[in-house]
């Protein structure tokens, strides 16, 4: 199955056949989408929380936690699901799910933060960008390395304001995508280190993507005064 959209879609066919069809929330705009262990799918909207389907898609219940929040992100990590919020930090459910609870953050990082991106390493470890938009202030990469329970700095990059983060399955190697028209950076070290790579800086990058044979896409958008319109995929 596959899933995308303003609402949700889903394809059982083949996606290159063109065969979508509606397939619920399409009264929601739908920012992140995530398949939990044993087939549940979790949809994140811009303000009504998250919604589960144990059924591929077919009905929709709404969960407990989350009400009132846009999801940046879902994702299944350390054995349980985290959920990145808008203006709301992060979010944390051990039932698959069905109720998610409000997770404390180190200081001086506040309650209301915006946790936009969430992933893993290879070793395992938990990633979050963290973003202060009400002060404008951009935290960088966080590291637990003990499934969000406690959570310290990833050393060496100096952009702050991160808006996306993929790891290279493949190498290892890490990606992050920075506010503005300021490209796309790499770590191949485990984020002691990064160097900025040749993605254009003209257009903003608002997503990342990495396949299983480790081609990254970045996806970008506009960003006035920065950028004078979005470019589609780029593709390494």
């Not at 944390?92 to 969430?118: E, H, M, Y």
């Not at 808006?163 to 770590?187: E, L």
Request: with cysteine; charged share 10%.
């Amino acid at each position: 199955f596959a899933f995308a959209g303003n609402g949700s879609f889903s394809s059982s066919a083949s996606v290159s056949a063109g065969s979508w069809q509606p397939f619920g929330l399409a009264t929601d705009t739908v920012f992140t989408i995530c398949e939990a262990p044993g087939g549940t799918v979790l949809a994140g909207t811009n303000s009504k929380g998250i919604y589960r389907s144990t059924d591929h898609g077919s009905t929709w219940t709404l969960t407990t936690g989350t009400a009132g929040y846009r999801i940046n992100g879902i994702a299944y990590i350390a054995g349980s699901l985290w959920a990145g919020l808008e203006n709301g930090g992060l979010c944390k459910s051990t039932d698959n799910g069905v109720t998610w609870v409000k997770q404390t953050l180190p200081n001086p990082i506040p309650a209301a933060v915006s946790v936009r991106k969430l992933a893993t390493d290879l070793h395992g470890d938990f990633l979050a960008s963290v973003y202060d938009r009400i002060n404008d202030v951009g935290y960088g990469i966080g590291r637990s390395t003990d499934g969000g329970a406690t959570w310290g700095p990833t050393s060496g990059l100096q952009e702050f304001n991160v808006t996306d983060i993929v790891t290279s399955p493949t190498t290892g190697t890490m990606f992050c995508a920075v506010k503005g028209a300021n490209g796309v950076y790499k770590s191949t070290n485990n984020g002691a280190n990064w160097t900025l790579t040749s993605m254009t800086q003209t257009y903003r990058v608002y997503s990342m993507g990495c396949s299983p044979n480790g081609t990254v896409f970045a996806s970008t958008c506009i960003d006035p005064p920065n950028a004078p319109a979005s470019n589609g995929i780029y593709r390494s």
